[in-house]
């Protein structure tokens, strides 16, 4: 009785969401309806395991090297065109403005040479800008075309059992949303900590070159956030993963509805069907507001 209750309306189970969230019993009891898994399949999946995902990841992407080459090296130019804006400033203010003998009309043609070669930059730092993100959409799209015909593939030869449990719907949800956010990965697991990488080194040997004792500073700070941010990052992916269970199990209803349209009819479900569609609905965006809550603390 308690369990039906708690699944009688999205609040109460939102309520239930955060309650296993804080317990961090997330991943082991989602709130799915399924029956609890076998004491063994508690266990958080193994570093080999999470190795041999990413050779495979890695062995998608290979047939893309070159195009994933250029785009890493567009990034590269727009960091580092972005990186030395600063210092224009800092010319502008120290050697021009700041130098008191210097003569009006050498001042006057510093002045327009900064500034020409400053607005040269930021077009030039436009125009890879563009091309990186015109790339990095070229990029994606072939890889999530292969990532859906491997997955298309791999669908074709299931046994029927494991297709009958995953419905219509939710094959369709694996299809599309799961290879999109898969796909994402190669801009936030790959492209991203390697440019956020360099920069950080280059931002190091200016500040360096600049002033150690700055230098010194941001270094000490760093690990702190490192820490902070994977630790934080740790416990908002449970979240997504139950919102990825919630959207398959949505999508899946919905696709057995119509494919079933006719026994919905001739049973009048049409209004419970669309009760339980806006009650997944407004959990999904519960959940949503709830990851970005503990992202904008992040």
Same mark, same amino acid.
């Given at each position: 009785m308690p369990a039906?209750? *708690?699944?009688?309306?999205?609040?109460?189970?939102?309520?239930?969401?955060?309650?296993?969230? /804080?317990?961090?019993? +997330?991943?082991?009891?989602?709130?799915? @309806? =399924?029956?609890?898994?076998?004491?063994?399949?508690?266990?958080?999946?193994?570093?080999?395991?999470?190795?041999?995902?990413?050779?495979?990841?890695?062995r998608w992407l290979w047939p893309h090297?070159? =195009?994933?080459?250029v785009v890493v090296g567009l990034s590269l130019s727009v960091a580092g065109l972005e990186m030395i804006q600063p210092l224009f400033m800092r010319f502008i203010v120290d050697r021009v403005l700041l130098v008191p003998d210097l003569a009006a009309t050498h001042r006057s043609r510093l002045l327009n040479i900064a500034g020409l070669t400053f607005l040269v930059v930021i077009i030039v730092e436009?125009? +890879?800008? @563009?091309l990186r993100d015109y790339r990095q959409r070229l990029?994606?799209?072939?890889?999530?075309?292969?990532?859906?015909?491997?997955?298309?593939?791999?669908?074709?030869?299931?046994?029927?059992?494991?297709?009958?449990?995953?419905?219509t719907g939710g094959i369709l949800s694996r299809l599309t949303g799961d290879v999109e956010t898969t796909t994402g990965l190669l801009q936030l697991a790959v492209v991203s900590p390697t440019i956020s990488a360099i920069r950080l080194l280059i931002a190091i040997v200016i500040l360096t070159s600049l002033n150690w004792r700055l230098s010194f500073m941001a270094l000490a700070i760093i690990p702190g956030?490192?820490?902070?941010?994977? *630790? /934080?990052?740790?416990?908002?992916?449970?979240?997504?993963?139950? +919102?990825?269970?919630?959207?398959? /199990?949505?999508d899946g209803r919905v696709g057995e509805t119509f494919s079933g349209i006719r026994v919905v009819? =001739?049973? @009048?479900?049409?209004?419970?069907?669309?009760v339980e569609y806006l009650r997944g609905r407004h959990m999904v965006l519960r959940k949503e507001m709830f990851a970005q809550r503990r992202e904008m603390i992040l």
């Open positions: 039906s209750r *708690t699944r009688r309306s999205s609040r109460q189970r939102y309520r239930a969401f955060v309650e296993k969230y /804080q317990q961090r019993t +997330l991943d082991e009891h989602p709130d799915t @309806g =399924a029956a609890a898994k076998p004491a063994e399949d508690k266990k958080p999946a193994p570093s080999p395991k999470r190795r041999e995902y990413l050779r495979e990841y890695l090297r070159v =195009a994933f080459a436009s125009v +890879l800008t @563009g990029l994606n799209t072939r890889v999530m075309l292969s990532l859906r015909r491997s997955l298309y593939d791999r669908f074709l030869h299931l046994p029927l059992p494991k297709l009958w449990d995953m419905k956030i490192m820490i902070l941010s994977f *630790t /934080q990052a740790r416990r908002v992916r449970p979240i997504y993963r139950s +919102l990825r269970k919630d959207a398959e /199990q949505i009819r =001739a049973f @009048g479900r049409e209004l419970r069907e669309l």
